[in-house]
């Protein structure tokens, strides 16, 4: 199995994210059942780089999924966004300068699931 910085580097090199590169992902990202904050971040910057161009459109899904289970299957605030996570998430969000669809997406996705959604990720939607 690649490292997830092996599938960064192919992913980056083109640029875009297609059906196996997305599968290879989900494989490594959910190997040991969970997701963690460097894994998460990844996937902002993977989302960052491709933002845009012509991705499989399961790469949105897995994006969504994995975020989410970072945010939401967490052991200090299970189903809900704590105020590091939501500070955490507005700088991802931000940090390149524009929300895509794929961010927004997330947004709306965790907005439905979460027992909370803090202001500071309201105001994204506006």
């Known amino acids: 199995m690649k490292s997830l910085e092996q599938l960064k580097n192919e992913i980056l090199a083109d640029g875009i994210i297609d059906s196996a ?16 904050e460097a894994e998460a971040s990844l996937l902002f910057e993977l989302n960052n780089a491709v ?25 200090t605030s299970a189903g809900e ?7 955490w998430l507005y700088d991802k ?23 909370n959604f803090p202001d500071n990720l309201e105001t994204l939607l506006k």
């Open 93 to 115: 969000i931000k940090g390149d300068g524009q929300i895509d669809s794929t961010e927004k997406n997330l947004l709306l996705h965790l907005k439905s699931v979460s027992k």
């Open 81 to 87: 966004i704590d105020t590091n996570e939501a500070e």
């Open 21 to 36: 590169e997305v599968k290879e992902l989900e494989t490594v990202l959910f190997a040991d059942g969970k997701i963690d």
């Open 51 to 75: 933002s845009g161009k012509a991705n499989h459109e399961s790469w949105e899904t897995l994006f969504i999924k994995a975020v989410s289970s970072y945010l939401l299957e967490d052991e």
